[in-house]
């Protein structure tokens, strides 16, 4: 694991401490940047394949939804 040094509003860092303690900062922070590249690489692959795909049918979606109602 690497250190490396970030600035953040005092207010999200009081946040975090408050919600993980000081003990566990770091790892929330990572698993925070974690996620966001998680979602960046997704929506990256979605434009990709929207590009070489086409969109996703209407009624794909429509489908999609009945099956998965509770899914946003």
Do not use: I
């Not at 919600?19 to 990572?30: D, H, I, K, L, N």
């Not at 998680?38 to 086409?54: K, R």
């Amino acid at each position: 694991m690497r250190k490396v040094s970030v600035s953040l509003p005092e207010e999200l860092t009081a946040a975090v401490r408050d919600r993980v303690g000081p003990g566990a900062f770091s790892q929330y922070v990572t698993e925070a940047v974690a996620r966001r590249l998680e979602l960046d690489l997704l929506a990256e692959l979605a434009e990709q394949l929207e590009t070489e795909h086409g969109p996703v049918p209407e009624a794909a979606l429509a489908d999609a939804g009945a099956a998965w109602p509770d899914a946003e």
